[in-house]
């Protein structure tokens, strides 16, 4: 082992001794929601199959622990291709229902049906900026990220600002804007839309 590594290991070693001296366990990072969708062109005789196939494998995905929403997108005019969205509350979730012996039951009834399929997925802050699985009311969460933002936003002025006097005002904005976006789509938001899952989009007869 060469100086350069062994002063390398010491520095990283260093302080994990001393975190577990202390009793204090490695950060993880928070179970972030993911959103996938799934782009399918059904033959156009088989349409009405498909709709009842779909409607039945997002009720099952629905059950699953974790799920929160799902919805079926329809095709536009002249077009073939529907869409399934899932949201999961976290990867684990997602993959239960992804490796789950209903949803290869699922798949295997509807190979008959398409000619082409494509998967996408949104991690995190990005699946904010997705369709919503079956969307509720838009205001809905408006509301609940004006609050949020302003909430942030004047904690941020209370707390930090008075400390920050000395810097450009620039600096300041900027430094707001990080704080106010990392926490909004990183800790606040994915708690909240699990917490009020049901107020957001409300289950419809």
Partial sequence: MTAASRALTSSVSVP????????????????????????RVVHPDRR???????????????????NLGT????????????HLVYR???EESLMAWERSSERRAALARVEDLVGDARYARADGLESFFTRPARPGPRWRLT??????VFTIT??????????????P????LLLSAVVVVL?????????????????LRPSRC
């Fill in 16 to 39: 994990l001794r001393l975190r577990a001296r202390l009793g204090i366990e490695p950060s993880t990072p928070p179970a972030e929601p993911v959103t996938v969708t799934v782009a």
């Fill in 48 to 66: 009405e199959a498909f709709e009842r196939w779909g409607e039945n494998v997002l009720g099952l995905a629905s059950r699953f622990p974790g």
């Fill in 71 to 82: 919805s079926l997108l329809r095709p536009g005019p002249g077009s073939s291709e529907y």
């Fill in 88 to 90: 999961f509350e976290d």
């Fill in 143 to 148: 509301v609940l990220t004006i609050s949020v």
């Fill in 154 to 167: 004047s904690l941020f002025h209370l707390l930090v600002v008075p400390h920050l006097q000395g810097w």
């Fill in 169 to 172: 005002v620039a600096v300041r």
């Fill in 183 to 199: 926490v909004l789509g990183h800790v606040v938001m994915p708690l909240l839309t699990r917490w009020l899952a049901r107020w």
